[in-house]
Antibody, heavy 120, light 109 residues
Framework: QVQLQESGPGLVKPSGTLSLTCAVS?????????WSWVRQPPGKGLEWIGE???????NYNPSLKSRVTISVDKSKNQFSLKLSSVTAADTAVYYC?????????????WGRGTLVTVSS | EIVLTQSPGTLSLSPGERATLSCRAS???????LAWYQQKPGQAPRLLIY???SRATGIPDRFSGSGSGTDFTLTISRLEPEDFAVYYC??????????FGQGTKVEIK
């Protein structure tokens, strides 16, 4: 059974870079899924951040594209998120998720989420 | 970019009642590539419906999805206590693929 687990600092300073990792267990990151990041500000809805395929191909939310980098490390079976120039508006629970297949990009697997607070 | 608008924002119902949630897209959703998720406080979203009307594994048959084009509906035939939660729709037919609606909260009346 494939599982996803987010990890990273829970507190980031304004103007800094948020860095999170999602470890994939019970399966291979080289399978035919897109590996994604979704965030949820406190009390608000879901916002898709972006996705990566094991080949390294990426797609990003246009509203965040200039600040986001998603990468994959096949040797460690994990993928990562970097969000630069953060502000308080980036405070959110960050989820990693995977799609069913390469072409069916709905999410059937989610991590438990990790809260990241942007504050000095 | 497709924008998804969910209505109502909040639905106040009693257990046993029928819930009808709407998700309207600003453009046609290709191939009915629309999914519904349920989210309870402190939990990750859970997939309920994909392809507009197919139930995900383990989802009770009181949950059903319908619609095509720009108008989609999630129906819960008889609300159980565990169904009170927030529901999100997501389209995955157009780029960017991860567009979500803003959510509908189903609360106990």
């Amino acid at each position: 059974q494939v599982q996803l687990q987010e990890s990273g600092p829970g507190l980031v300073k304004p103007s800094g870079t948020l860095s999170l990792t999602c470890a994939v267990s019970g399966g291979s990151i080289s399978s035919s899924n897109w590996w994604s990041w979704v965030r949820q500000p406190p009390g608000k809805g879901l916002e898709w951040i972006g996705e990566i395929y094991h080949s390294g191909s990426t797609n990003y939310n246009p509203s965040l594209k200039s600040r986001v980098t998603i990468s994959v490390d096949k040797s460690k079976n994990q993928f990562s998120l970097k969000l630069s120039s953060v502000t308080a508006a980036d405070t959110a629970v960050y989820y990693c998720a995977s799609t069913v297949t390469f072409s069916l990009r709905y999410f059937d697997l989610w991590g438990r989420g990790t809260l990241v607070t942007v504050s000095s | 970019e497709i924008v998804l608008t969910q209505s109502p924002g909040t639905l106040s119902l009693s257990p046993g009642e029928r819930a009808t949630l709407s998700c309207r897209a600003s453009q046609s959703v290709s191939s009915s590539y629309l999914a519904w998720y349920q989210q309870k406080p402190g939990q990750a979203p859970r997939l309920l419906i994909y392809g507009a009307s197919s139930r995900a594994t383990g989802i009770p048959d009181r949950f059903s999805g319908s619609g095509s084009g720009t108008d989609f509906t999630l129906t819960i035939s008889r609300l159980e206590p565990e169904d009170f939660a927030v529901y999100y729709c997501q389209q995955y037919g157009s780029s960017p693929p991860g567009t979500f609606g803003q959510g509908t909260k189903v609360e106990i009346k």
